[in-house]
């Protein structure tokens, strides 16, 4: 199993804060950092401190030297795909080729409407989505002179640079919660796919029709990495579980299902990587024995740095 860390600055992280996560993730051995994209902080209050992906992106691109960076997921409706393409080469150039580019249709109406970032419907955006991902992979990849015409965007005689070396571009995710389109434009043009919302046996099922969406189109199905993104709350004991599960309603707000919200929690077990540092271990051989190739161990109390050298101490140096 490979491992990631995955954030939610969104939810009020500080540059700073992220900068030392991110250190803290390279010493631990995390292969990769990824981050949200978002503008709107959630979950948890609202209007708290946000920052831009990208831009953030950059800065750890030089605090950092050796973990992989990336975005879960940059939606089609916040930037042109030539802008897309520009600022993401230009981060990986920053960091010495370390970046990784995940892509998806958006989803957030409200965080649209706030910055004025235009919406439409699920079925545009997702049009929107395979056209950006055409683009932005024959940017990188295309000679120049190279031209696209689409319904949404056109692309006329490309001149693009800074470029990785041919045979070696940036990697492009794809993913979702196994929507038919979603296997077909991960089959067709992902270099992987990242499972969200999903326990083991899920996982299994999506990845199958995963197989047979690439064998549709001739693609061998061992050719597209499999990731799953799982929300992650461990801790030494069931009473240190206690608390950070407590912490963790405390952040996010307790809404949960009726009177009690632990069983808003505890609804989750299953497909969350929880409990004491064995049963996260057992989880994710879980995952593993479901086709999952490399996890997003994702945290929603990013404050808690304690939990987070946990999952590096328990979870990803035994791997």
Known sequence: MRYALMLEPQQGLWYA??????RLAESLGFETLFRSDHYQSFPGPAGLPTTDAWAVLAGLARETSTIGLGALVSPATFRLPGNLAKVVA??????????????GAG???EEHQQHGFPFPGIGDRADMLEE????????????????????????????????????NPIRLILGGQGTPRSLRLAARYADEFNLTSSGPEKAA?????????????????????RSAMV????????????????ALLDRIGRSGDGDDPRRWISARRSRWVMGSHEEARESIRRFAAAGVERIMLQT???WDLTMIEEMGRELVSRA
């Open 107 to 109: 989803w957030n109406e």
């Open 90 to 103: 230009t981060v990986d150039e920053m960091s010495g080729g370390r970046v990784e580019l995940g892509m």
């Open 132 to 167: 950006q991902i055409q683009v932005v992979k024959g940017l990188f990849q295309e000679p120049d002179g190279w031209s696209f015409h689409g319904r949404h965007y056109t692309v006329e005689g490309a001149r693009f640079a800074p470029r990785r070396p041919a045979g």
């Open 17 to 22: 804060e992220q900068v030392e996560i991110a």
């Open 300 to 302: 929603l109390l990013p």
């Open 205 to 225: 099922e999506i990845y199958a029709g995963l197989a047979e969406a690439c064998r549709a189109i001739g693609r061998d199905p061992g050719s597209i990495t």
């Open 231 to 246: 929300t992650t709350l461990i801790a030494a004991d069931e009473a240190a579980l206690e608390r950070r599960a407590d």
